[in-house]
């Protein structure tokens, strides 16, 4: 009588099967992984672009209470200018004034706000005549100027209607940065209203 051999494992078939199931598992592991990453990269950068919109409305705005602010008490109107050097000047897109002296030639400091092609808010540094960077990713950055009856004050500001700005509106918007700009992530609006006290006499 013949011998008979009993075999055991695994048919073609069966691991052709064994082999499809695994890699719907491993594809749907891998795409809820990127699905995850993705989510988390979208959440960082949209709460970097609202700190970053926060920060820089809360520094402009603590610089810009403080104009034309002297010890002294003196004359304050000298607060806001409309022009000085280096392009530092009043306008829609540009905000300039002066503290700690009793006019304008004797200010002992400048603070002025613009923002670059680049995207950046730039900080105007008074001791060496540069600009530098303040904040990072902001598409628009727009002042408004009111008067005391809170009513706009034209922009660009001339000799005759700079002396009266008593309010400041800033608008600022974030953007992603270049590195997840292809993200879909929207854009974030930020505003604040300034009253700058020591002008108010």
């Not at 992984?33 to 949209?46: C, D, G, I, P, S």
């Not at 004050?153 to 953007?175: D, F, H, K, L, Y």
């Amino acid at each position: 009588m013949p011998e008979r051999h009993n075999q055991s494992g695994m048919t073609l078939v069966e691991i052709l099967v064994a082999m499809v199931m695994m890699g719907i598992i491993i594809t749907g592991i891998y795409n809820l992984f990127r699905v995850h990453n993705l989510m988390a990269a979208k959440q960082e950068e949209t709460t970097m672009m609202q700190q970053e919109l926060l920060t820089s409305l809360v520094i402009i705005s603590d610089d810009l209470r403080m104009c034309g602010y002297t010890p002294l008490n003196q004359d304050k109107i000298f607060g806001m200018k409309e022009s000085g050097t280096n392009g530092t000047d009043t306008t829609e897109t540009s905000v300039y004034c002066t503290r700690g002296g009793t006019s304008e030639e004797s200010a002992t400091v400048h603070i002025a706000y613009r923002r670059n092609n680049q995207n950046q808010i730039l900080l105007y540094n008074s001791e060496n005549d540069t600009w530098e960077i303040a904040a990072s990713n902001i598409s628009n950055l727009i002042f408004t100027y009111f008067d005391e009856d809170e009513t706009i004050v034209a922009s660009p500001v001339n000799a005759s209607t700079i002396s009266n700005i008593r309010m400041i509106e800033i608008n600022a918007t974030a953007i992603p940065s270049p590195e997840r700009s292809a993200l879909g992530i929207t854009s974030r609006n930020m505003h604040t209203r300034v009253w700058l006290r020591n002008l108010d006499f």
